[in-house]
């Protein structure tokens, strides 16, 4: 497994969670690295993505403001700090690479060649 998801739960209209994703891949930190999800009955959608350095951050407009997402390249690590969290946000998280090196992040799902195993996430009203 090259990308572990952990840290979904089941948590409160409000409450606040923290994704991580372990990267095991010996380049990873070289990728831009992505958070997508997916509720029952939709598509897998794009949630936050980050450069290869962390420098540069993009949110989907449903989670702007309420969710950061971060990296840690020394420990090879990706989280998604989520706060204020709604119904809505209930999904199966999956963390994803980039295909490339040195890459700036997409909201695209085909630029991501490695998924994570994804976390569950459910927040109760």
């Known amino acids: 497994v090259q990308l572990q998801a952990s840290g979904g739960g089941l948590v409160q209209f409000g409450g606040s969670l923290r994704l991580s994703c372990a990267n095991s891949r010996r380049t990873g930190s070289r990728s831009a690295m992505g958070w997508f999800r997916q509720a029952p009955g939709k598509e897998r959608e794009f949630v936050a993505s980050?450069?290869?350095?962390?420098?540069?951050?993009d949110y989907a407009d449903p989670v702007k403001g309420r969710f950061t997402i971060s990296r840690d390249n020394a420990r090879n690590m990706v989280y998604l700090q989520m706060n204020s969290l709604k119904p809505e946000d209930t999904a199966v998280y999956y963390c994803a690479a980039d295909n490339s090196y040195y890459s700036t992040g997409s909201r695209k799902a085909g630029s991501y060649g490695y998924w994570g195993q994804g976390t569950q996430v459910t927040v109760s009203s």
């Open positions: 980050i450069n290869w350095s962390g420098g540069k951050t």
